[in-house]
């Protein structure tokens, strides 16, 4: 569910906050996240736990642009080490974060609980901080043709944005699915699977994403690259809790540290880019060595038997360094 929110919430926050502005989509984002948290803490069934998943998913799509939120509020030349400023906060509090609660707390309810209050905290905080001090530009601003705000309506794609939402629920509705009720050849989980499938390739073929796009290689080659790091990181995010704690037997304790590993790498990873690029210096050599890493420790943990925990451990932290670099 969150993977699905963020993905819809990216689609309709980059869209309609170019065309009315950003700052109520940044500061309604924020506040949703609040609202997210503070019902994923008092939850205390799946419904509730879903519907809080769903608002905070579609919150951290607004609140995961911070990098063009800084490139509203600084210069172009002090873009890239503002960016790198930002990640000084979670570079901190990742780990502690994932780990204490493991430590702290005993049972599973009281440790989702206190990750939603510390949640809420930071949510409540960054909605007035946007709130007081974040002013972009407006949409009279933006709209510099001089039309109005349901001139500007009319011009949003709905029917690319539904292909793209029916796409996303219907690829993950049949994923998830299998194992749980359903067998990969029962006809409700292949019907979803190819429902979303063909809904992408209307997306594609739709004005919202002409083919002509791809024809310019340079932003060609920008798309492919972000598609397959965003994908190997997230499969790589998801699942590997799942493999420390079902092939390593590995407790919540080993689990919440290599959570918290893979997310102190991949803001190192980040942060080395930010300094590169205000650099200026090797921008391509550098995305090249990012790639070549990621490249070979995908293949190192896709040959690995689960006897090597040490050499797995480390080709997962050094995957998400390099897919970082390249995100």
């Known amino acids: 569910m969150w993977l699905m929110g963020s993905s819809i919430g990216f689609l309709l926050v980059g869209r309609l906050s170019d065309l009315f502005g950003r700052r109520w989509f940044i500061v309604g984002s924020s506040f949703l996240g609040a609202v997210g948290s503070i019902i994923g803490c008092f939850g205390s069934n799946t419904t509730v736990l879903v519907a809080a998943s769903i608002c905070n998913s579609v919150a951290a799509a607004a609140q995961l642009s911070f990098g063009f939120v800084i490139g509203e509020l600084v210069p172009t030349r002090l873009r890239a080490p503002w960016f790198v400023a930002t990640l000084l906060g979670p570079f901190v509090t990742a780990p502690i974060s994932a780990a204490v609660p493991s430590y702290v707390l005993l049972d599973g309810t009281s440790r989702r609980r206190w990750n939603c209050g510390v949640g809420f905290g930071c949510a409540f905080v960054s909605t ?6 974040y002013f972009p530009p407006s949409c009279k ?36 699915w299998v194992g749980a009720e359903y067998q990969w050849r ?24 002409p083919p002509k796009l791809f024809k310019n290689r340079y932003y060609f080659a920008l798309a492919t690259n972000a598609l397959f790091a965003s994908m190997t990181y997230f499969i790589l995010y998801v699942s590997w809790p799942i493999v420390v704690a079902k092939v390593f ?18 803001l ?12 200026g210096t090797r921008t391509k050599s550098h995305c090249l060595m990012a790639a070549s890493v990621a490249v ?3 293949g190192c943990l896709s040959t690995m038997k689960t006897d090597r925990y040490a050499q797995i451990t480390a080709s997962a932290g050094l995957l998400s360094f390099g897919e970082s670099r390249i995100i």
């Not at 540290?257 to 102190?264: E, P, T, V």
């Open 296 to 298: 070979v420790f995908v």
């Open 249 to 266: 037997g590995g407790n919540s304790y080993y689990i919440s540290w290599q959570i918290g590993m893979l997310g102190i790498l991949f």
């Open 128 to 133: 007035w901080v946007y709130f007081l001090c």
């Open 186 to 209: 029962s006809k409700e989980v292949r019907g979803t699977i190819i429902g979303g499938f063909a809904s992408y390739f209307l997306f594609f073929i739709y004005a919202l994403m």
């Open 268 to 279: 190192i990873g980040m942060a080395i880019a930010g300094i590169s690029i205000a650099n």
């Open 141 to 176: 601003q933006l709209n510099v043709g001089g039309g109005t705000k349901l001139q500007m309506a009319k011009t949003v794609d709905i029917v690319g944005i539904l292909l793209f939402v029916s796409g996303c629920v219907l690829t993950m509705l049949g994923f998830s």
